[in-house]
């Protein structure tokens, strides 16, 4: 998969950045604490000028990225160390609405992918998917489109009763960050200190989970998270 990623980013970034009505470099920033697209990108692009790529491996140290470069694509992985791609991309979206952003994740799952959407991302992918589909969103986003993979947007389109049948499915994407924390160990207080939250929103938030997952203590969604890959 990795020599396939390149491959594709080899030939489609090349062709983004040969575009004539572009006059400045494509930056993009990719937060994953495992950059393989990342080195990929930086090895076959070293004598490019015309795209960028900026790396960092969790959530601060991309948010620090974001601000100090202000790169055209954001692209996130949702399963960080320390608090997710989902609570970074909320971040960036505070300090620029207008950024454009693409989670990558290893989960499929379409709930995922539409709270990516509804957190305000342009684009979601799979990193089990067909590797051309990071290329195939870069381009989308950057022309200011939007992009899912055709397997996930149809999942999504004709998901029917069982989508809202799923517990996750219950869940606001600000929820599935503090279960996911919850899921790794991490302490209420902790968790507030994370996500940059005070310790009552939190507790509030972990008894509203309870309800709705229908869960009747902490150690019941510690259990949720795991059994639903959310960590």
């Not at 989960?107 to 990193?127: C, H, L, M, Q, W």
């Amino acid at each position: 998969m990795i020599r396939a990623i390149r491959i594709a980013l080899q030939t489609d970034l090349r062709v983004l950045a040969m575009r004539p009505s572009e006059t400045m470099s494509m930056r993009i920033l990719i937060v994953d604490d495992h950059p393989i697209v990342a080195s990929g990108c930086r090895a076959l692009l070293a004598g490019n000028q015309d795209v960028a790529i900026l790396e960092a491996s969790d959530a601060e140290s991309g948010e620090e990225a974001f601000v100090a470069e202000r790169p055209d694509i954001c692209v996130l992985d949702i399963n960080l160390p320390g608090v997710s791609g989902f609570e970074l991309a909320r971040r960036i979206l505070a300090r620029d609405g207008a950024a454009r952003i693409i989670m990558f994740s290893m989960n499929d799952d379409p709930i995922f992918a539409a709270r990516a959407i509804e957190t305000g991302a342009k684009g979601y992918v799979s990193k089990s998917g067909d590797p051309s589909d990071l290329v195939e969103a870069i381009r989308k986003v950057s022309d200011g489109g939007v992009f899912l993979p055709s397997a996930i947007a149809q999942s999504i389109a004709f998901a029917g009763p069982g989508f809202a049948d799923n517990p996750v499915a219950k869940l606001t994407a600000r929820e599935m960050e503090i279960l996911r924390l919850l899921g790794v160990g991490k302490s209420l207080s902790e968790i507030a200190w994370l996500v940059h939250s005070s310790y009552k929103t939190i507790a509030n938030t972990s008894s509203i989970m309870r309800q709705k997952l229908g869960l009747r203590s902490s150690s019941e969604l510690v259990r949720f998270a795991i059994e639903s890959r959310l960590v």
